[in-house]
């Protein structure tokens, strides 16, 4: 692993800081999106030499590439466990791409069954697409400790609402690592209460591809998981090529998400004959080779560096990071972090008394060089109720306008920019170090010794009036 340390894209630029010096940024960001693994990089060179359409066929260069595309689904399949019930399907726009289309594709195949589960966690990747599908989401709540902070998915609420609609209970859909918290769910457990009432299980792997073991498969078939949905850029590949691996009788006898070139067997002007081979049936149009190839190359090398040593290394670092960040005064820590390590993922969110989120992540930026994201992470509702903002349908928007970008943005009415609620999250990937970890709790604390003078500095001009 320490050989690897150094193998990302991007450690080693440098940026200007405020105080006109430079600094070698340190990147703590890698739940939003992880640095690019160079080495896959490197491999996939060597393939992209050959570069031409898999539509080709017959000469070399269409060959080598079909060959390659059909080798990337396999190393997808090898690093889920997935089996030959199983699919592996490329799309575009990651996860959310794929969440998407399996929440149309499990609607329209299972029409009867229009309730869908998922839980007060998920992004809104795994939330919304099931609202614009389903008939009825019920958000299942999540367990608390004495301390009042929130955990897992609270098991005896999920098995109440799966009784409540046994009958017409589609799916439940968790994440299996939350981006908020770092906190890791019990996918297989979840998977054998759903499917006890004929339910399904869909899993949200966006946040724990690269960070934990991951398969498809549980201890017994009833564990076993239905989808399970992946994106390029958070498993340090580049860009955002998506990945569903999913029961291919999913798709049986449905209309494909796309037609077009690539997956006809027959066309006239009159009709037109779809392919029943799965994932052709799914991949119309010309794929995006360097995406799949990017991914399945770093799917590759994490699988032979081991999932379980990446996890081992993580929680080390996620344990020496709670330490650390739990003795700086004013620093409250968001979720529950006394949860075994074992238990959550390389995130840590957090906010400083008395200095908004916004102002916390562009100092940490402007005059440390250390690289986080702040605000909703695209979880509004999980984070308002972290923050303990009413969840009321109408009260809550107008405090928690998350556009998932830049906030502060001018209220329109003269007034200085408002901050909206959120906090700040670090987060880690293989390339992060303890003295990543030191650096970034020296600077908090900093920031806490100096906050008024920081206030200052980044106060809007003018009040409006
Ligand atoms: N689910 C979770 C838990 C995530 O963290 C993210 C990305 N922040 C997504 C879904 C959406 O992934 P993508 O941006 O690749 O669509």
Same mark, same amino acid.
């Given at each position: 692993?320490?050989?690897?340390?150094?193998?990302?894209?991007?450690?080693?630029?440098?940026?200007?800081?405020?105080?006109?010096?430079?600094?070698? =940024?340190?990147?703590?960001?890698?739940?939003?999106?992880?640095?690019?693994?160079? /080495?896959?990089?490197?491999? #996939?060179?060597?393939?992209?030499?050959?570069?031409?359409?898999?539509?080709?066929?017959?000469?070399?260069?269409?060959?080598?590439?079909?060959?390659?595309?059909?080798?990337?689904?396999?190393?997808?399949?090898?690093?889920?466990?997935?089996?030959?019930?199983?699919?592996?399907?490329?799309?575009? &726009?990651?996860?959310?791409?794929?969440?998407?289309?399996?929440?149309?594709?499990?609607?329209?195949?299972?029409?009867? =069954?229009?309730?869908?589960?998922?839980?007060?966690?998920?992004?809104?990747?795994?939330?919304?697409?099931?609202?614009?599908?389903?008939?009825?989401?019920?958000?299942?709540?999540?367990?608390?400790?004495?301390?009042?902070?929130? !955990?897992?998915?609270?098991?005896?609420?999920?098995?109440?609402?799966?009784?409540?609609?046994?009958?017409?209970? &589609?799916?439940?859909?968790?994440?299996?690592?939350?981006? #908020?918290?770092?906190?890791?769910?019990?996918?297989?457990?979840?998977? +054998?209460?759903?499917?006890?009432? $004929?339910?399904?299980?869909?899993?949200?792997?966006?946040?724990?591809?690269?960070? /934990?073991?991951?398969?498809?498969?549980?201890?017994?078939?009833?564990? +076993?998981?239905?989808?399970?949905?992946? %994106?390029?850029?958070?498993?340090?590949?580049?860009?955002?090529?998506?990945?569903?691996?999913?029961?291919?009788?999913?798709?049986?006898?449905?209309?494909?998400?796309?037609?077009? $070139? !690539?997956?006809?067997?027959?066309?006239?002007?009159?009709?037109?004959?779809?392919?029943?081979?799965?994932?052709?049936?799914?991949?119309?149009?010309?794929?995006?080779?360097? !995406?799949?190839?990017?991914?399945?190359?770093?799917?590759?090398?994490?699988?032979?560096? $081991?999932?379980?040593?990446?996890?081992?290394?993580?929680?080390?670092?996620?344990?020496?990071?709670?330490?650390?960040?739990?003795?700086?005064?004013?620093?409250?820590?968001?979720?529950?972090?006394?949860?075994? /390590?074992?238990?959550?993922?390389?995130?840590?969110?957090?906010?400083?008394?008395?200095?908004?989120?916004?102002?916390?992540?562009?100092?940490?930026?402007?005059?440390?060089?250390?690289?986080? @994201?702040?605000?909703?992470?695209?979880?509004?509702?999980?984070?308002?109720?972290?923050?303990?903002?009413?969840?009321?349908?109408?009260?809550?928007?107008?405090?928690?306008?998350?556009?998932?970008?830049?906030?502060?943005?001018?209220?329109?009415?003269?007034?200085?920019?408002?901050?909206?609620?959120?906090? #700040?999250?670090?987060?880690?990937?293989?390339?992060?170090?303890?003295?990543?970890?030191?650096?970034?709790?020296?600077?908090? @604390? %900093?920031?806490?010794? @100096?906050?008024?003078?920081? @206030?200052?500095?980044?106060?809007?001009? $003018?009040?409006?009036?």
């Amino acid at each position: 692993l320490e050989a690897l340390r150094t193998a990302f894209s991007g450690l080693n630029t440098t940026y200007p800081l405020a105080d006109g010096s430079t600094s070698k =940024r340190t990147y703590l960001d890698s739940a939003a999106s992880n640095l690019r693994l160079s /080495v896959a990089e490197d491999i #996939v060179q060597q393939a992209m030499a050959h570069y031409a359409n898999t539509h080709s066929q017959l000469h070399f260069g269409a060959r080598i590439m079909t060959e390659v595309y059909h080798r990337s689904h396999d190393i997808v399949a090898d690093f889920v466990g997935a089996d030959d019930d199983d699919t592996v399907i490329f799309c575009g &726009n990651g996860v959310t791409g794929g969440l998407n289309r399996m929440a149309r594709v499990l609607t329209e195949q299972r029409p009867d =069954r229009d309730v869908v589960i998922t839980t007060m966690m998920e992004h809104h990747a795994n939330d919304l697409p099931h609202r614009k599908h389903a008939g009825e989401v019920v958000h299942v709540p999540l367990e608390h400790d004495t301390n009042g902070e929130a !955990g897992r998915v609270d098991m005896d609420a999920l098995q109440e609402a799966i009784d409540a609609h046994a009958d017409r209970l &589609n799916y439940v859909a968790v994440t299996a690592a939350s981006n #908020v918290t770092g906190i890791v769910n019990p996918i297989h457990n979840i998977a +054998r209460m759903a499917h006890a009432v $004929g339910a399904l299980c869909v899993v949200d792997a966006a946040q724990s591809a690269a960070h /934990v073991p991951l398969s498809m498969q549980g201890n017994d078939p009833e564990e +076993r998981i239905d989808v399970l949905c992946m %994106s390029g850029h958070k498993i340090y590949a580049p860009g955002s090529p998506g990945v569903i691996v999913a029961r291919k009788d999913l798709f049986a006898g449905l209309e494909p998400q796309e037609v077009g $070139g !690539g997956i006809v067997e027959f066309v006239d002007t009159e009709r037109y004959v779809v392919t029943d081979d799965l994932p052709e049936r799914e991949e119309t149009g010309t794929p995006n080779l360097p !995406g799949a190839f990017l991914l399945a190359a770093t799917l590759y090398l994490l699988g032979r560096i $081991g999932m379980d040593l990446v996890a081992e290394d993580e929680r080390e670092l996620t344990q020496y990071a709670l330490t650390k960040f739990e003795a700086i005064e004013g620093l409250h820590i968001y979720g529950s972090h006394r949860l075994e /390590v074992a238990e959550r993922i390389g995130v840590v969110t957090f906010n400083l008394e008395g200095l908004p989120h916004g102002l916390v992540t562009a100092i940490l930026n402007d005059y440390y060089g250390i690289a986080v @994201r702040n605000e909703c992470f695209c979880a509004q509702p999980f984070v308002r109720q972290l923050l303990g903002i009413s969840d009321e349908r109408g009260v809550a928007p107008a405090d928690c306008t998350d556009t998932c970008g830049p906030e502060d943005a001018a209220a329109g009415d003269g007034a200085p920019p408002r901050e909206q609620p959120g906090m #700040v999250r670090i987060s880690f990937g293989l390339y992060n170090t303890k003295e990543d970890v030191d650096r970034a709790a020296d600077a908090l @604390r %900093s920031i806490i010794d @100096r906050a008024d003078e920081f @206030r200052n500095m980044y106060e809007p001009v $003018g009040d409006g009036s």
